[in-house]
């Protein structure tokens, strides 16, 4: 998944570690008729919230955008099967008697 640099390196950043983008109020419109406080709320998978397709949607691209700002686990891989792909002949299997 190609992201811009800008976005991938704000969702890539520690939470809270970014500067919260300007929001523009329009002098008209007044103050707000509501006070609202964001905060979290934690539901179990199986919550009946979750039955719709918006929500799940959100979890999976939640899913991949974390998965994306992870670094990679380097493989472990067996000297013998390092040596075995590098040999010009296919490694043989099976028993080995000597």
């Known amino acids: 998944m190609l992201l811009p640099p800008a976005l991938y390196s704000r969702l ?10 300007p929001v523009e109020r329009n002098p008209a419109a007044g103050e707000a008729p509501f006070r ?12 009946e919230f979750f039955e719709d397709g ?9 899913d991949m955008l974390t998965q994306v700002s ?8 067996s000297a013998w099967l390092k040596a075995a792909q590098r040999s010009s ?5 099976g028993r080995i008697t000597w």
């Open 36 to 47: 609202y406080a964001p905060r979290p709320v934690r539901f179990p998978r199986d919550h």
């Open 54 to 62: 918006d929500v799940q949607r959100h979890l999976y691209l939640q």
């Open 12 to 21: 890539a950043g520690e939470p809270g570690a970014a500067e919260p983008l």
């Open 89 to 93: 002949r296919p490694a043989k299997t």
């Open 70 to 77: 992870e670094t990679p686990e380097k493989s472990i891989t």
